[in-house]
């Protein structure tokens, strides 16, 4: 086979980076094999948490990874993950940084921008301001070689107390004695799942830590709390039809319950099988301006910014060994997050419209109340309700203005006689109808809009 020129890196796990800045990003899939000394035997390191990001454009993925191994104890430790692409189109590298991503839930925020709106438009009947205000205020506050052993090293690297290669093989004894080879002993469970790959068409990154002192010495790290941690970025960009993340070597984890959080840029559909679904929950998010900074713009494809950048947040809890596939994911959007999106975005034409067919539609309904369905055009009546934008005041005021037919003699007397003045009775009842009907409308829309978002 030909060999790719790539710069690979040094996989082995990546911390939880501070939680408060890197809560976005979530940690790479597989297990974390270390060689116990006093046990004379490898054995799986724990794992509080996975976390990865992706990025996919143009059939390509851009995945980064990371693992805890601030706890990371014994003499020698392993970590191997399959990719499901050959080599030779796979380049891998070392990434210090990752995104740090601060934008909206689109679905929670519709919610919010649709109430605020229809607050916003019944502050035109005025009277409605103390309640509307109240409401609005607590919404705010709220928020190796061997060629004849069919095994091929495509790179090798060292740094930081890591080695790295990136392999491929079509055979299992191959693949075995690789690991033999390199001092390197997998539990036989964690084995058998990576069996499963070879042969169709992935790649393997192994990388493995021969002195775990200098690891930690080299890489180590500090947080916001002066705590030390150690952590190395992984980037790896390969082409596939679907994003993908490797769910499955984790089942070897049996009962324990790792928490998995993946983000990917755009809005997408994990394919979340039976065993999964109930445990995992799916969120979108979009951030107005996202600078990209200078070691995450191989990651980006180039951009040093991004507009309306959009992201899904998928995160899995289920226990390990429910983990019985690969994730898969859909490069498209629900149809109801781009209605939501699209409604975040457009909510002033929008309301807007709603304004104006709300107000036409209180005019004409309290209009026929008030006047009769034949005494005024019911167009007319619509029409007049564009007077709310000077708000009920402006109503009232072209109201009392308001050309009505005359009643007979015969009624008008009696009415006299009464003490009543015709017009401005029935043009108060027009406004008090008006007002009335706008309220009820607004409402409806508003409960109606936020079912349908």
Known sequence: MTRFNIRILPILMLSILLSFVFVQFAFADGGIVIYDPDMWRWQLQDMNQQLCTINYENGFENMLLSVDVTDLHGEKAVWIFPVPAKPDKTVIDIIKGFPRLRGYDVEKKVDETISTSFSMMRFSQLYTLPIEGIFLVSLGGARSK????????YEHIEKMGLT???ITTE??????????????????????ILEDYIGENYSFVVSWISDI???KEES???DRYGNTINT???????????????LKPTSVYGSQEIPILIYVTGHVIPELYSEIKKSSQVNYFVQGYYNVPNELQSFFNGKTSIKDLKYTKIKLNSPSKYLTNDL?????????????DFANKSILGLGLIFFV????????FGGIVAFGKDEISKKKLALFGLWNFLTLIGFWIAANSLRVRKPSPELEQQLKLEGFKIYDRRRNSFIFFFTIFFLIITGILQIVLQIIF
């Open 171 to 192: 055979d299992e004894n191959a693949f075995n004695n690789y690991l033999m080879n390199k001092g390197l002993n997998l539990p036989s469970d964690l084995k058998s």
């Open 328 to 340: 898969w994911i859909k490069n498209s959007a629900p149809i109801n997050v781009t209605l939501a």
């Open 232 to 246: 190395i970025g992984v980037s790896i960009s390969f082409p596939t039809n679907k994003i993908y993340f490797p």
């Open 220 to 222: 180590e790290l500090r």
């Open 213 to 215: 002192e200098k690891f």
């Open 357 to 364: 067919l709300s107000s036409c539609l209180a005019s004409m």
């Open 164 to 166: 790295t290669e990136l």
């Open 146 to 153: 061997a060629i004849f052993e069919e095994i091929s090293v």
